[in-house]
């Protein structure tokens, strides 16, 4: 279904940051009061595409801004964001991230580089994969825990940091970085033993660090673990994304064609260029499948969240195979719709909210996991003692793994942001599917 919204005098809708043109100049008089097209702009958005009928204002010019106007729906998800606050948000859409842009991992004499990301401050410096990072701001980093070298590297943009560095062939340098934003990876991977692997995906966006965004940052991540017998999904603290991204990723589990979730929906009637709600079905795409055959366990925790647990959703209805370790999910099944307004602010509308294809809504209450583990390090460990007792034992220092995992995820989970859900636009308008 095409779904074209010429109701907003030639507004091509946002998403992920594409631009937007509005053609409406008009104001409308209410109540002898006049309105601005900012205002207009906000309430035809939200009367056309809000789900939850019920709460639509029966005066909507009865309020003094599009703020209080959003404000009175009285939905956690649905806002308007003032010209000020919009650009912090749609820096959230997507992996801009403060710092060098290194991965690292710990060694004996400090932390060794395990990648430098393109286009970021570390890279520019001169830093390289294999360099070990031997002292931060003449702090020794041999010894240190993951969560205190991220610490040390943490700061705001500008903030210098002096680093000592071994290189091979025994050269030893100082060095001076300078914190800066970059676009960072949203998938991580790694080896936890030679049969087990671990992929990590912090979010689902289209601007990372790779052209293709998460879902070919995935896709990726396959291809480097194709060796594992076992692989550990990580899923905590992911806030979710866009459902576009999301739904490439889930599509590698699944033959195509298989339903994902339901979605009750308010899209545009071309015909009436009135808004509609419509009930719909998400399936997996073709050309993905390449995790089908592929045997899985999910993290997943209270942080886990929106576009992230319709993955869980799925896999509980068509992957059973596939074992969920942790604690309940966040219980955001509500996707939402964004644009970007005449004033350069930012409505933000909850269109849809999604339901499994089997079983309970978990929308406000979350997913139960397979296996109920109350802390992030036994999660882990459980996961890894479940892969081994399948495979042949093999010597493992959980500690270590834990400290590995932990500082990737210290260093890239994108902490404090909200949970998300959103649908992805064409330039035309148009739901991408």
Known sequence: MKRIYGVFCGAVILFSVIAISIGCASL???NNRALSPEYMFAWDFLDVFFLFRDNIPRDPFAFASPVELYESVNEPFTNYYTPNQASRILNSLGTSSAGLGVRLDSVQSGYALREVFPNTPAEKAGLKKGDTLTSINGKKTAGLSARKV????????GEQKEL????????????TVAIDEFLAPSVFSDSLTPQIAYIFISSFFTQTAVPGGTAAEFKNALQETAWADQTIL?????????IGQAVQVVSEFLEPQTPIVKATERTLNPNTAQGITVDTTWVSLENHSSAVNRTFFVLMNQATASASEFLIASFNAHRSDIISIGSRSYGKARGQAVVLTPD?????????????????????TGIEPNIK?????????????IAESRLTKASLDSRSENNKVSLLRY???LQNRKPMAIREFNANGIFLQ
């Open 28 to 30: 409308r008089a209410v």
């Open 150 to 157: 991220s610490q040390l590297l943490s700061g705001k943009r």
């Open 164 to 175: 000592e560095i071994a290189r091979a062939n025994d050269e030893h340098f100082a060095i």
């Open 234 to 242: 990580d899923l905590r603290d992911n806030p979710g994304g866009e």
């Open 344 to 364: 350069s602010g930012l409505s933000v509308v909850t269109f849809a909210l999604i339901t499994p294809i089997d079983g309970p809504s978990y929308d406000m």
């Open 373 to 385: 583990i109350g802390s992030r390090e036994d999660a882990l460990d459980k996961a890894l003692e």
């Open 411 to 413: 260093m890239y989970s």
